[in-house]
């Protein structure tokens, strides 16, 4: 098992996946670090919905892109006229959704998708978090396709496969963020 400051360390977004498809009991493990995620108030407001059929996961980013094309926001509107698959072409993708009446239902998933971030790099897992999903959500049959329960809403997503490479380079990180008082 790697040290836990080295997966912190080694975690980076993957956007190119092999086509072979995780392991039932790899999804399982990823999904039980996301429930342990710490919840204000014990809520645990999260909902998870895996999407692996290569059709509906096309279907995703059609209509993303075209929700894009015409949402009026220049920058998503470059995205999809460039084309490029919003999901990385992964074989698994993760849709969390979070309790509708939850006052803090997306900071809790928040976490549930860092832990579930973590344990991918954990298990040699290839992950990125998806902000752009979100106009695949505007899609008004969105919640029904993916079967979430009518008291939830999607909030994000994160795409899942095995790493076409190694994990590239560490990032630049702004370390004049602390304040310290003691």
Not at 2 to 30: A, G, H, M, P, T
Not at 60 to 89: C, P, Q, W, Y
Request: glycine share 6%; net charge negative.
């Amino acid at each position: 098992m790697k040290d836990i400051f080295e997966v912190i360390s080694n975690r980076r977004s993957v956007r190119s996946y092999k086509k072979e498809q995780l392991k039932d009991e790899e999804i399982e493990k990823i999904l039980e670090s996301g429930i342990m995620a710490p919840t204000a108030k014990g809520e645990q407001p999260w909902h998870f919905t895996i999407v692996q059929n290569k059709e509906f996961l096309s279907e995703i980013n059609e209509v993303a892109l075209k929700n894009m094309a015409n949402s009026g926001d220049e920058f998503l509107e470059t995205i999809a006229k460039s084309g490029r698959n919003i999901l990385h072409n992964a074989p698994t993708v993760l849709i969390v959704s979070g309790k509708e009446d939850s006052d803090y239902s997306l900071t809790d998933c928040s976490a549930a998708i860092e832990n579930i971030l973590l344990a991918a790099e954990g298990l040699d897992i290839g992950s990125c978090w998806l902000g752009l999903i979100k106009a695949y959500f505007n899609d008004p049959n969105a919640k029904t396709k993916l079967a979430i329960p009518s008291n939830y809403i999607p909030l994000y997503g994160v795409t899942l496969g095995y790493k076409n490479e190694g994990n590239q380079g560490n990032p630049n990180r702004n370390k004049d963020v602390i304040n310290w008082i003691k």
